[in-house]
């Protein structure tokens, strides 16, 4: 048995409605609380798939594990097991956080490659070579990410590009290094900070977080801590333009509207209002919105996962916009399942959408291809006229927490329906 979304479009969003906690946040945190030499609780859990993998995966590697309703209660100092199975890891992206606390924790990891939602290649060499440089052996082998060290000595590390994941792991390596550590072209992401955060509370030395160096201090011993998680920025955004979308009047709380700049000023550009205090954000958008041109960048440019979410609030926007996606290769496979819908886009090539705005969409059965394709499905069914059924829920459950719950208390008309 799956699950469809069912909405039944052309409802207005009104209302209040609270953020959950950062889903990549969550995923680079969860692993460095096992780094701890006690006990850490993790608040503000996303309620997301990922966080049940993480859980079960942290299990099996011999950490204490207990998760309840926005929380975690980690104690890894129980792990005696360097190689988490296959069929947990490949579930997402962020199991390769996974190398560098093993690696520090055992002197050694024999992790999976990677998973996560497909959106062009994804390749870990700044990864690779932030932790060789730090004196780890690494190599790829039958699937593998198999990493070896006896010493680890802090160095400084250059990134070819500003990679998350390459910056949260050379992170992770680093406190458990001997000595200093400078990344140069840090990834400057909310979530990079929020990890650099709580290292600092299990008493690590980290600075510069959020600019482009980060400097560290490694080799200190890091003491168990209560820690509660960012809310998640993405979540907010689709919030934001599924209010915008819907011609809706929508408070989000519990956010933090400064990580929301670059959306919020795209949406100002459309002709949608928005109002923030310290930790609400209010839009509201009445009568038709204006296309504009969104390019993806790095933080604190255009987020690439709202990328998607974006362009279906841009099929019925008047005039043309063009959608240029910069971070990854392949990220606009859910095209198709817009056009069945009767927007009216057209790829120049694999990064460049040109979306010329159409008065309506029209209720179809689409697939979410993946977790923030998923969000724009969302985002269409709500615009469209009749019923949208979605089919793969699955991928949006992986990183938005009872989101169908939250569109329903704004007033939304959605269901799940299980199906064979
Ligand atoms: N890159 C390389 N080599 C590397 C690492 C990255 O060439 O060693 C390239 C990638 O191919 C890509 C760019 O650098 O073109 C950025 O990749 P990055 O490493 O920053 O992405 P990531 O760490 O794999 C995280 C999020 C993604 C989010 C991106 C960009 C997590 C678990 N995932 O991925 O989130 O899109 O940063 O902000 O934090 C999502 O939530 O839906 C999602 C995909």
Avoid at 204 to 213: E, L, Y
Avoid at 362 to 376: E, K, P, S, Y
Wanted: hydrophobic content about 40%; glycine content about 10%; proline content about 5%.
């Amino acid at each position: 048995m799956g699950e469809i979304l069912r909405i039944h479009g052309g409802y207005r969003l009104e209302g209040e409605v609270s953020v959950s906690g950062g889903k990549n946040a969550a995923a680079a945190i969860i692993p460095a609380a096992m780094l701890a030499l006690g006990p850490c609780t993790v608040e503000n859990l996303p309620d997301n798939e990922d966080s049940h993998v993480y859980m079960e995966m942290l299990r099996w590697l011999g950490a204490k594990v207990e998760m309840g309703k926005g929380v975690m209660h980690i104690d890894a100092t129980t792990v005696d097991r360097c190689n988490p199975p296959a069929e947990l890891a490949s579930k997402m992206r962020a199991s390769y956080y996974l190398v560098p606390v093993l690696l520090g924790l055992l002197g050694r990891a024999e992790v999976p490659m990677p998973g996560g939602c497909n959106i062009g290649a994804r390749p870990i060499d700044q990864t690779i070579k932030g932790m060789t440089s730090l004196g780890a052996q690494v190599r790829q082998e039958r699937g593998m990410i198999i990493a070896e060290a006896g010493e680890l000595v802090g160095s400084d590390v250059y990134l070819d590009m500003p990679s998350v994941g390459a910056t949260v792991n050379t992170m992770l390596t680093a406190v458990m290094a001997r000595g200093n550590t400078v990344i140069y072209n840090a990834a400057k992401e909310p979530h990079v900070v929020d990890l650099a955060n709580f290292l600092g509370s299990l008493g690590a030395s980290v600075k510069g977080a959020g600019t482009d160096i980060i400097r560290i201090r490694g080799g200190r011993p890091l003491h168990g801590s209560s820690y509660a998680i960012i809310p998640d920025q993405i979540e907010t955004g689709t919030l934001m333009i599924a209010a915008a979308a819907t011609c809706g009047d929508v408070t989000i709380t519990g956010a933090i509207p400064p990580h929301m700049e670059a959306l919020s000023a795209k949406l100002l550009e459309m002709g949608v209002h928005i109002s923030e205090d310290d930790d609400r954000i209010r839009v509201r958008a009445n009568g038709k919105l204006r296309a504009v041109s969104v390019k993806t960048q790095a933080y604190p440019g255009f987020p690439t996962d709202l990328q998607q979410p974006m362009t279906a609030l841009l099929s019925i926007a008047s005039g043309t916009s063009v959608v240029n996606e910069r971070i990854f290769e392949s990220r606009f496979r859910y095209v198709d399942e817009l056009l069945r819908m009767g927007a009216d886009i057209s790829m120049i090539d694999s990064r460049t959408a040109i979306v010329n705005g159409v008065e309506k969409l029209t209720g179809a059965r689409i697939t979410a291809t993946d977790l923030r394709a998923g969000a724009a499905m969302v985002v269409a069914g709500l615009i469209a006229d009749g019923v949208t059924d979605i089919d793969n829920f699955h991928y949006i459950q992986r990183g938005y927490e009872n989101l169908d719950e939250k569109l329903r208390s704004l007033g939304a008309h959605v269901e799940r329906i299980r199906v064979p």
